[in-house]
């Protein structure tokens, strides 16, 4: 890790969405992080926690019933107060490479995969001659992992797996200063998660961005096991808020996460004790005044009917404490 300004600062991030009849669905409320240039910081929580939304504040593909707030620093860039011209022109591929939700549809239908990759290389890298782009292509290709037997097909012809690969080599063609993967692994078997998220960490490592600013990675996931593998710093994200903000090395191994959430989603997982996280998350429409997870906490106390401020790391009431914290 280096001294140099992050590659991505967010600051009170929140998202709204208003819905007919005056509804106002909480998206994302007030997130706060950095993302350092050489860092992947993995944005964990259940499905419908704003996880996505939050990246596609970032994007600058809401809808247009949804309404930002605060900051979100790429460089000198507030990506929130961005125009449509600058986010299509500068932002999208080149300055942020993403790796979609939905790969498959993500890609254009009515052309092959080679097609695609062949117009982004020429876009992103300035290779010029039929040759040279094919070339280039066929190695981005490699890079994720893509068959090259599988380069003239169309998407509708892909299987999810291999729909996420042609997405994450594209992805990676312009060598963007951030790359920003929601469920990049979603519909692959364990080796090429391994692989995916190995080639992620290359991208973040490999330090010839031609600005200087380094590169990093913001992966969004539910996958816990490639989290472990790749991140650096863990974001848990529930009804919106980042409830914990914390090292990896902490937060997977000892003392592990100090938020009831967060060590409920670490249990949850068949290697450890293979227990859910009781009950079902808030909607985000009717969400309670004080903490949205006291329904599903075993540790709530009248005290959590006030909202738990971020401190320190985490936002909680009543945190575990590690054994060499307790007086
Ligand atoms: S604030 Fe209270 S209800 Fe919320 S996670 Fe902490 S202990 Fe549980």
């Known amino acids: ?40 910081l993995a944005l964990i929580g259940e499905s419908g926690c704003g996880k996505s939304v ?34 299509a022109r500068r932002v999208r591929g080149r300055l942020i490479g993403l790796i ?24 992103l890298t300035g290779t010029r001659g039929r040759a040279a782009v094919r ?24 299987s999810g797996g291999l729909a996420q690969r042609a997405a994450t080599a594209l992805a990676l063609v312009g060598g963007a200063p951030l790359l920003l993967a929601d469920e990049p692994t979603t519909g692959l078997d364990r080796d090429l998660v391994d692989h995916t998220v190995d080639e992620l ?27 472990e593998r790749i991140a650096d710093r863990v974001a848990v994200m529930y009804a919106g808020r980042i409830v914990e903000l914390t ?20 249990q949850a997982l068949p290697q450890r004790a293979f227990t859910p996280v009781p009950g079902m998350p808030p909607e985000l429409g009717d969400l309670p005044d004080g903490c949205a997870f006291a329904p599903r906490c075993e540790r709530a106390s009248e005290a959590c009917t006030a909202l738990p401020s971020m401190s320190g790391q985490v936002a909680c009431h ?4 590690p054994e060499d914290l307790r007086a």
């Open 318 to 321: 009543h945190p575990h404490v």
């Open 135 to 158: 070339v280039a292509s066929e190695t981005a290709a490699e890079r994720a992992a893509f068959p090259t037997g599988h380069l003239d097909s169309h998407p509708h012809e892909l």
């Open 1 to 40: 890790m280096t001294s140099r300004p992050p590659v991505l600062s967010v600051r009170g991030l929140s998202v709204r969405f208003l819905m007919p009849g005056g509804r106002r669905i909480a998206a994302v409320t007030d997130a706060h992080f950095d993302v350092a240039a050489g860092e992947c």
């Open 201 to 227: 960490r290359r991208h973040v490592d490999s330090d010839d961005h031609e600005d200087g600013t380094g590169r990093a990675l913001l992966m969004i996931t539910h996958d816990l096991m490639a989290a």
């Open 54 to 87: 939050l990246a596609s504040a970032l994007l600058g593909l809401l809808p247009a019933n949804a309404q930002a707030a605060g900051e979100a620093r790429l460089g000198c860039l507030d990506l929130l107060t961005a125009d449509e011209r600058t986010l």
């Open 247 to 266: 090292d990896a090395r902490t937060f997977f191994g000892t003392p592990g996460p100090r938020h009831p959430y967060s060590r409920g989603l670490l």
């Open 100 to 123: 979609p939700q939905s790969p498959a549809a993500h890609l254009t239908p009515v052309r092959t995969v080679r097609s695609q990759l062949e117009e982004t290389v020429a876009a």
